[in-house]
């Protein structure tokens, strides 16, 4: 079992920057391929960025590729989530997710652990 907790989610303005923290527990961290998805009330969970189990690839959904970063640090078991020049449309529940492959993926079927979720509202 993995347990991933998020934080750092909350409110900002159009332009501002937030940075998202996932912690996990429970496996070798380093055995993991991350992803950070998000998910409007109504809409599907959308992928937003992955990155590989030693953090050598990453990949980014077209919406954001530019503006945000996803890093991790294996010693710490943590991922990040960089947001830059939020914009009102990146507001959303992002969550957190593992998968025990090698690949990235950008499909939440592929993912076989989930935080809970931590509320990014961008404000215009």
């Known amino acids: 079992q993995v347990q991933l907790v998020e934080s750092g989610g909350g409110l900002v303005q159009t332009g501002g920057s937030l940075r998202l923290s996932c912690a996990a527990s429970?496996?070798?961290?380093?055995?993991?391929?991350m992803g950070w998805f998000r998910q409007v009330t109504g809409k599907e969970r959308e992928f937003v960025a992955g990155?590989?189990?030693?953090?050598?690839?990453?990949y980014y959904a077209d919406s954001v590729k530019g503006r945000f970063t996803i890093s991790r640090d294996n010693a710490k078991n943590m991922v990040y989530l960089q947001m830059n020049t939020l914009k009102p449309e990146d507001t959303a529940v992002y969550y957190c997710?593992?998968?025990?492959?090698?690949?990235?993926?950008?499909?939440?079927?592929?993912?076989?652990?989930w935080g809970q979720g931590t509320q990014v509202t961008v404000s215009s």
């Open positions: 997710a593992a998968r025990l492959n090698v690949y990235i993926s950008t499909s939440s079927n592929a993912y076989d652990y």
């Open positions: 429970g496996r070798t961290f380093s055995t993991l391929s």
């Open positions: 990155i590989s189990r030693s953090g050598g690839s990453s």
